[in-house]
């Protein structure tokens, strides 16, 4: 589900929500986005919402709207989102940390796995066995210029957000704890996965894994 947009740094993002159903008939709902009734109502066609994820310490501002209208989904984030000010002050609901693995609420569709970057970044990668999809969040970035306000697509050109890859900010993060982003990748990788969907821009849509690798070029 595509939506936006969202204000980073006073710049005007488009922001993609990624919903599985899982073998159970329940949805999970990956970085979601605005809540809107009609939306709510397409997706209570496809099955019941169940879980609400916050994948980064980015991606939780609508996660208050969902709770009020959905109180029985739990809500799952990244460890170090508990320690936002911003995120205490929201009265936003944690019920559950995202941790390497993955609960037995969704282990048997979905495979996980955390990215720790250097000055407390976080992101949850999740890999979809049935589909072969690696839902990602930030890690890769492949925005649309066209799509954007023309200083905004100065910038994301020149942080490298346009070019389906780590946006260069980033990765100064991660180069931090490079080897455990690079094992991270590795992982990623040896699952195969045949499109990668994440929150900014155009997804990868096949050669999923050979086009992973070289969106993560960087990190050799």
Known sequence: MDSGPISAFGMKLPIRMTVIRLKDGS????????????LAKALGG??????????????WTFLKEWQRA?????????????????????????????????PLAWNADIEQGIVHGGGGSEEA??????????????????LDPAKLRPATAAVMRATGATAGTTAFH?????????DSVRSAVERMMALAPERVVFAHGDIFRGA?????ASAFAWLR
Do not use: C, K
């Not at 809500?75 to 944690?94: D, H, K, N």
């Not at 990668?125 to 492949?142: A, G, K, M, Q, Y």
């Not at 980033?170 to 490079?178: E, H, K």
């Open 27 to 38: 949805l999970w709902l990956h970085s979601p986005t605005r809540y809107t009734p009609a």
């Open 125 to 142: 990668w999740f890999f979809h066995h049935p589909s072969r999809t690696l839902v990602l969040t930030d890690l890769i970035e492949n």
């Open 70 to 102: 959905f109180p029985d989904a739990t809500t799952w984030a990244v460890p170090a989102l508990r320690q936002r000010s911003q995120v205490q002050q929201s009265g936003v609901r944690i019920d559950n940390d995202l941790v390497e693995g993955g």
């Open 208 to 212: 999923g894994t050979a086009r992973l």
């Open 170 to 178: 980033l990765r100064s993060a991660l180069r931090m704890r490079a």
């Open 46 to 59: 496809l099955g019941p919402i169940r879980h609400l994820v916050a994948p980064s310490l980015a991606h």
